[in-house]
């Protein structure tokens, strides 16, 4: 008999990819509150801040998942005053 292929092992494997779907449920929850709370902070910026905000956040070079979330809060705000996000 296969062992990749008994009922013990796919019992494993789908435990496995619940508890992945779960972490991923987990992680995106995280995500979406971390920009909201982006998001209300940019709702309170003048429009020359955010544009200042912008203009800094062109020069800086560094990543990580909580800096995507900064700047998926910063887009968006953006996106709602009509103000230019891309970089040039």
Same mark, same amino acid.
């Given at each position: 008999?296969?062992?990749?292929? @008994?009922?013990?092992?796919?019992?494993?494997?789908?435990? &496995?990819?619940?508890?992945?779907?779960?972490?991923?449920? &987990? @992680?995106?929850?995280?995500?979406?509150?971390?920009?909201?709370?982006?998001?209300?902070?940019?709702?309170?910026?003048?429009?020359?801040?955010?544009?200042?905000?912008? @203009?800094?956040?062109?020069? &800086?070079?560094?990543?990580?998942?909580?800096?995507?979330?900064?700047?998926?809060?910063?887009?968006?705000?953006?996106?709602?005053?009509?103000? @230019?996000?891309?970089?040039?």
């Amino acid at each position: 008999m296969n062992p990749n292929s @008994d009922l013990k092992n796919k019992k494993n494997n789908e435990s &496995v990819m619940a508890a992945n779907a779960e972490s991923s449920t &987990v @992680d995106a929850g995280y995500a979406e509150s971390r920009i909201s709370a982006y998001a209300a902070r940019f709702a309170a910026y003048s429009d020359e801040r955010l544009k200042q905000t912008v @203009d800094h956040e062109r020069k &800086v070079r560094g990543w990580g998942s909580e800096r995507s979330y900064f700047l998926a809060a910063l887009r968006g705000e953006c996106e709602k005053r009509g103000i @230019d996000y891309c970089w040039k």
